[in-house]
């Protein structure tokens, strides 16, 4: 069954450095996502990507955040200068054309910035 | 904007019991989709179930079935026949199917513990 990766699993970084989180979304499929869950928090929405460009962002989703799609199969997330406040659990996820389709999530990448 | 409240914060079942976690919503759209999500402590976000809210029967899978309330706004799920693996943390969401920039807007969660 086609699925959702993303990697790494877990990036730890100096606060200031700059991250980039990688997500393989399912082959098909054009809608992408960004997600974060802070530990013990609830799942919040960062951005959504169409065709090639941000289709809406959160108030979190700022300057220091970008997403791409350098090929056909990656969908990035980068941190410029990553904060103490930025450690959480990072999810990518993805959905077919239809509007009813479901959003089907990765794994996630846990981020720990020191 | 929409919100979902998931006002059980955690729950306990004995094994091969069935429990119901709550999840009510708000929202002006009178169409759009609802789904429940599990966490495992692997932190995997896993599809449950999900219901069109233009659907009048309320969706079924094996032992998972939904109660809901369009009306009420009302969307709660049932687990039958609990599991010891069903012990996770579970999030109701709600989407809009308006255009391209849909979101998935998720509740605090429910923390279930499962007895043997």
């Known amino acids: 069954e086609p699925e959702v990766t993303q990697t790494p699993s877990h990036q730890v970084t100096q606060m200031g450095q700059e991250v980039i989180l990688r997500c393989v979304p399912i082959s098909n499929h054009l809608y992408f996502y960004w997600y974060r869950q802070i530990l013990g928090q609830k799942v919040e929405f960062l951005v959504s990507?169409?065709?090639?460009?941000?289709?809406?962002k959160s108030e979190i989703f700022d300057d220091q955040f970008s997403v791409e799609r350098p090929d056909g199969s990656n969908f990035t997330l980068k941190i410029r200068s990553t904060k103490l406040e930025d450690s959480a659990m990072y999810f990518c996820a993805s959905r077919g054309e239809s509007p009813g389709d479901t959003q089907y999530f990765g794994p996630g990448t846990r981020l720990t910035v020191l | 904007a929409q919100t979902v409240t998931q006002s059980q914060p955690e729950m306990s079942v004995q094994e091969a019991e069935t429990v119901t976690l709550s999840c009510t919503y708000d929202?002006?759209?009178?169409?759009?989709?609802l789904f429940w999500y599990k966490q495992p402590p692997s932190r995997q976000m896993i599809l449950v179930i999900r219901?069109?809210?233009?659907?009048?029967q309320n969706a079924t899978e094996n032992r998972f079935s939904v109660n809901f309330q369009k009306a009420a706004k009302s969307f709660s799920l049932k687990i039958s026949d609990s599991q010891l693996g069903d012990a996770a943390m579970y999030f109701c969401?709600?989407?809009?199917?308006?255009?391209?920039?849909?979101?998935?807007?998720f509740g605090t969660g429910t923390r279930l513990a499962v007895r043997p």
């Open positions: 929202t002006s759209e009178s169409d759009y989709y």
């Open positions: 990507f169409y065709n090639n460009e941000i289709s809406e």
């Open positions: 969401a709600y989407r809009s199917p308006r255009g391209s920039g849909d979101k998935l807007t």
């Open positions: 219901q069109e809210a233009y659907k009048q």
